[in-house]
């Protein structure tokens, strides 16, 4: 059985840093693509960035280029998002998601629990 | 950039819901995915390839369209369908977009 289990709720305030993580189970890690995908209170999903952790090849959306850094450690079958200094404005939900594709289709089958990140001083 | 209309349909069990999702440009080989999320949970691909049903989906759940215009429809809604449903579009320059929902709620 697919599995992503992310880490549990976290709580920062402006400047910090944080990297949360995504844990992969049930097949083989490293021949399929993560993806990262921030949802905020109300909104709609909105992706951030893939990596493949075969080789760790990234791609990013423009809107979050520089903005975050994406990770895998094949070893520990696990993927990573992290921030070098967050603002209150990365407050959402964070989930990861397991990216599915093929010749006629792209998309992210199977998702994590999602990581609730709450930055405020 | 994707849209979907209406924004929220109101309908009641048994009803039969219709959901639209439009892109910007044509989606080449019919990259466009359907998700429904729950109050609380992450999304659910629904349909992939436009048309195709994800393992476990009923039957009542269908997707049609091509080019830039697509839809979602759900036959005989039962209670646990009430939920927000996003369109996502993938291109092979600019990967994933998602749409902003059509929130189904009980009328």
């Known amino acids: 059985e697919v599995q992503l289990v992310q880490s549990e709720v976290e709580v920062k305030k402006p400047g910090e840093s944080l990297k949360i993580s995504c844990q992969a189970s049930?097949?083989?890690?490293?021949?399929?693509?993560i993806g990262w995908v921030r949802q905020m209170p109300g909104k709609g999903p909105e992706w951030m960035g893939v990596?493949?952790?075969?080789?760790?090849?990234?791609r990013y959306s423009p809107s979050f280029q520089g903005q975050v850094t994406i990770s895998a450690d094949k070893s520990t079958n696990t993927a990573y998002l992290q921030w070098s200094s967050l603002k209150a404005s990365d407050s959402a939900i964070y989930y990861c998601?397991?990216?599915?594709?093929?010749?006629?289709?792209?998309?992210?089958?199977?998702w994590g629990q999602g990581t609730l990140v709450t930055v405020s001083s | 950039v994707v849209t979907q209309s209406p924004g929220t349909l109101s309908l009641s069990p048994g009803e039969r819901a219709t959901l639209s999702c439009r892109a910007s440009?044509?989606?080449?080989?019919?990259?466009l995915n359907w998700y429904q999320q729950k109050r609380g949970q992450a999304p659910r691909l629904l349909i992939y390839?436009?048309?195709k049903r994800a393992t476990g989906v009923p039957d009542r759940f269908s997707g049609s369209g091509s080019g830039s215009a697509f839809t979602l429809t759900i036959d005989r809604l039962e209670p646990e369908d009430f939920a927000v449903y996003y369109c996502?579009?993938?291109?092979?320059?600019?990967?994933?977009?998602f749409g902003p929902g059509t929130k189904l709620e009980v009328k």
């Open positions: 998601a397991r990216r599915y594709t093929g010749s006629s289709w792209d998309y992210f089958d199977f």
């Open positions: 049930g097949y083989t890690f490293s021949t399929f693509w």
């Open positions: 990596i493949y952790p075969g080789d760790s090849q990234t």
């Open positions: 440009q044509s989606v080449g080989d019919n990259f």
């Open positions: 390839g436009a048309y």
């Open positions: 996502q579009q993938f291109s092979r320059s600019s990967l994933f977009s």
